[in-house]
């Protein structure tokens, strides 16, 4: 059981357009232009709420757009002002983010795992579940989970980040769904909740997160490296392996493989690949024996 306060960013708006078409079977391009033009008016006239984690099944259940995130002000706030010529309340965006979220949403609209069942493989964990547009289709629907902490994230940690909730918990495939992005709610729908277990441990996630994210960098840098530049990355291992030698525990075996890897792309024979992970399991705060470091890492240089 969990009693921390969630907050939640929310706007009301009229599904009423999409049930209809939905309960008169209309083609799935009609119901995408209408979900657009939910989604084209969902940008000011955000509000801010809070609640323990039980209350945000509201969120589901009701007609409102939605994030886990909390926007700026208008008047702080990026967007296109001549476009919204009377802004007021809270406004999202990419760059109208403010700080973490202790709760994540997950989008699912391809799997084989009924709502039902995965309110049951989940029981173990704190969350909530709703169908989305089609209430008759227990196919498609959104989870929410709580975390056990704020997470603060960059825009390319987000969907890592995400990615590896969605993998671990056994969700599946989900819909990879910018930061700024705001799901929607739909009226009377049931909630299958769970509230009384344990919130996710957001730790390891984003720990892969943060090394995707660290080993992409990595790459993209070495690119438009020369033969000599890349011999002085070499000579110089302590700084350009900074983020393996300066790693936390947890991160270590995910930061020594990006640290293999980028010896490889900068031509590093394998001795040198070797003697480094040595020297950045020496480097470290409680060592792992040798042995362990060959058995753990050898087979990918």
């Not at 939640?8 to 009423?16: K, P, Q």
């Not at 990419?94 to 029981?123: A, F």
């Not at 910018?178 to 909740?193: D, E, F, K, P, T």
């Not at 993209?220 to 000599?228: K, Q």
């Amino acid at each position: 059981m969990t009693t921390t306060t969630h907050g939640y960013s929310y706007i009301e708006v009229d599904n009423s357009h999409i049930q209809q078409a939905i309960a008169e079977g209309a083609h799935s391009d009609t119901i995408a232009k209408l979900k657009a033009n939910v989604a084209f008016n969902c940008v000011v006239g955000f509000s801010y709420g809070y609640g323990n984690f039980k209350d945000l099944a509201n969120l589901l259940t009701y007609d409102v757009g939605f994030s886990n995130f909390q926007f700026k002000h208008h008047s702080t706030a990026t967007f296109n002002r001549e476009k919204h010529h009377n802004p007021h309340g809270l406004v999202r965006g990419v760059h109208n983010i403010v700080g973490g979220c202790t709760w994540v949403w997950l989008d699912v609209d391809t799997t084989i795992v009924s709502d039902t069942e995965m309110h049951s493989r989940l029981s173990s964990i704190n969350h909530h579940i709703a169908r989305t547009s089609d209430k008759s289709n227990p196919y498609k629907y959104r989870v929410i989970v709580e975390l056990d902490k704020e997470v603060v994230l960059t825009r390319e940690e987000w969907k890592p980040f995400i990615n590896s909730i969605s993998r671990t918990i056994g969700v599946g495939k989900i819909d990879l769904l910018a930061m700024s992005q705001v799901i929607y709610g739909y009226h009377s729908r049931n909630v299958l909740s769970e509230c009384n277990t344990s919130p996710l441990q957001a730790d390891l996630h984003l720990s892969v997160a943060k090394s995707i994210v660290a080993a992409k960098e990595a790459e993209e840098a070495i690119i438009a490296t020369t033969p000599g530049e890349a011999s002085a990355k070499l000579a110089n291992p302590y700084s350009t392996f900074s983020y393996a030698y300066e790693a936390q525990i947890g991160d270590r075996w995910k930061t020594s493989m990006a640290a293999i890897q980028e010896a490889k792309r900068l031509g590093a024979p394998k001795e040198y690949i070797q003697d480094l992970m040595y020297s950045i399991n020496d480097f470290l705060d409680a060592p792992k024996s040798r042995q362990l470091v060959r058995d753990s890492l050898f087979s990918a240089i």
